[in-house]
């Protein structure tokens, strides 16, 4: 077990990832709370280095997203985290995550962003693990069907295709047959 995985268990981390914009990404305030800092001091230390987060790194919820995002964690109240946000919250990428840890400069922030990358790591592993079987699933889905239809047409029974036996009179041949 390393370091990264005693300070922080990938559970608490995991449950801090969301999909926005197709993309997982974290709140500040919780990154802020993993990091140890205040949310305004991680959002100081990102805008004197707003060079190193580009819009893939890190972007501006907007009011809709963020009051979905308010109605899908009941935990998440309008002020963040008990304080009074003045501006929209900030989301981080994976990217945006693994640069904090340079812009914080701190031996915790090292260590929680390699924490929160191995969980970002951990998290594609296991969809990857799920599309695979979904994959497998699906094509023994299908071997299923195929064997069911064999089955079935074995379990049907034949036409009566005996030809009678003896002489036959021209009129007494049926021709649908």
Do not use: C
């Amino acid at each position: 077990m390393n370091k990264s995985q005693t300070i922080i268990p990938i559970e608490r981390i995991a449950e801090k990832i969301y999909l926005i914009r197709g993309t997982k990404v974290m709140l500040d305030a919780d990154l802020a709370v993993l990091y140890g800092v205040e949310t305004r001091v991680l959002v100081q230390a990102v805008k004197r280095n707003i060079e190193r987060f580009p819009q893939h790194f890190m972007f501006q919820l907007d009011k809709e997203e963020y009051d979905f995002l308010r109605s899908q964690i009941v935990t998440l109240n309008p002020a963040g985290r008990g304080q009074h946000r003045k501006y929209l919250p900030y989301v981080f990428t994976e990217q945006g995550v693994a640069m904090l840890s340079a812009v914080l400069r701190s031996k915790q922030a090292v260590q929680v962003s390699i924490a929160i990358m191995d969980t970002f790591v951990r998290l594609r592993e296991i969809l990857a693990t799920h599309k695979d079987l979904a994959r497998k699933v699906e094509e023994h889905d299908k071997h299923i069907s195929n064997l069911y239809a064999h089955v079935e047409r074995l379990l049907t029974p034949p036409k009566n295709r005996k030809k009678p036996i003896g002489f036959i009179w021209p009129e007494d041949v049926d021709d649908t047959q």
